[in-house]
């Protein structure tokens, strides 16, 4: 897939194709007959929704104005923004309808969407980071922790790109609170730029005084922490069969390895056997090498933010700096190369994985370092 491909609304009149956007992207015919609140969507489903939001973005001028990547990219994650609905849409005791949780599954399905259809992987994450922050505008200015969390998002998605959407998903519906909550969006677009993280991330003096910030809650952005790391921690990260062996053996083939294939193969136990037993032998020898000062490679899936988190909780507490190294592979080769391991993973659980697949983001660690084939 390729943005040129693609049936995006260009000039002169930015006409929206919408048969040809469906055709397109097929799985947007689930979003028929989903039901929304109609206080906040008198105009019908989520399907209705939807095309309403796409002639929206084509109609901002703003959009209009942007380079041909960055209005393909912002119209997919407005076409796509509301794909997690059917997932999460529930009718509540008192008769209301929510879908709360939709942004964070949208996400994910639409990582699953574009990678298989094979578009390019920053690309993909920037609308996949679009489609997971696209309601923060509504409400940033009303959070006790506006500041933190704009620069949190301003690491992950662009800002000013977040503003667009937000925009063109309040356009596109019937909702009495339209007014007040562009207004929002409005002071989101200036708190941004206020604070130097609308187009760009916000700087920090150092990648440690960043890693301490996102990891600390209160600490001041612009203190230059002391870094007193004492070594380098490498979390590997990426789905069964995307290189992450090729990648430890061109890039620290000198560093002790800790690896979850290995330890199972050690104890005799199978793929989803003896989790427990296996975490902790991890564990244990990730300790000794923290404990010693000494850089080692973490050899896993890694392939959600909280199970990432434990990881790096574990090693940031022995003061080390983490480096996460992000493999990928395209979907026919990721498949191949899984067939060929000694330990191949069933096809259902890389499918139950990519359920739950997060590509590792900035906040995360000191370095993310992507190697995409």
Not at 127 to 144: G, T
Request: hydrophobic share 40%.
């Amino acid at each position: 897939m390729r943005f040129e491909d693609l049936p995006i609304p260009a000039p002169p009149d930015f006409r929206v194709d919408w048969p040809a956007l469906l055709a397109a992207f097929p799985s947007l015919a689930e979003l028929a007959d989903c039901p929304q609140d109609p206080i906040h969507h008198a105009e019908g489903d989520v399907l209705i929704h939807t095309e309403m939001v796409a002639r929206a973005m084509a109609e901002i001028p703003a959009w209009r104005a942007l380079p041909p990547d960055e209005r393909a990219l912002t119209f997919l994650a407005a076409l796509l923004h509301d794909i997690g609905k059917p997932a999460c849409t529930r009718t509540e005791s008192d008769g209301r309808i929510t879908s709360r949780g939709h942004s964070r599954r949208g996400e994910i399905m639409v990582r699953g969407l574009l990678y298989r259809a094979g578009l390019d992987p920053i690309a993909r994450e920037a609308i996949c980071a679009l489609v997971r922050f696209h309601q923060l505008p509504f409400f940033l200015i009303n959070l006790d922790d506006a500041e933190r969390m704009a620069f949190t998002v301003s690491w992950i998605a662009r800002c000013d790109h977040l503003s667009l959407v937000a925009e063109a998903d309040m356009r596109g519906r019937h909702a009495k609170d339209q007014a007040h909550i562009l207004d929002h969006i409005a002071l989101f677009d200036e708190y941004c730029r206020e604070r130097d993280c609308w187009s760009a991330p916000r700087a920090f003096p150092s990648d440690h005084s960043r890693f301490l910030y996102f990891r600390k809650p209160g600490r001041d952005p612009n203190h230059h922490a002391h870094d007193d790391t004492r070594a380098e921690a490498i979390l590997m990260s990426g789905l069964p069969g995307a290189g992450k062996n090729t990648w430890i053996a061109r890039h620290a083939a000198a560093l002790p390895v800790i690896s979850l294939d290995d330890i199972r193969a050690e104890i005799g136990a199978e793929s989803g056997e003896e989790i427990g037993r296996v975490v902790s032998i991890a564990e244990e020898r990730a300790r000794e090498h923290l404990r010693a000062g000494r850089d080692f490679v973490f050899n896993a899936t890694n392939i959600g933010r909280e199970l990432r988190s434990q990881w790096i909780n574990l090693f940031a507490a022995y003061h080390a700096r983490i480096r996460i190294a992000y493999v990928e592979s395209a979907e026919a080769t990721q498949r191949q190369q899984n067939q060929r391991r000694e330990e191949r993973v069933p096809e259902r659980a890389i499918e139950r994985m990519m359920a739950r697949w997060e590509v590792p983001d900035r906040t995360e660690a000191h370095v993310v370092e992507w190697a995409v084939r």
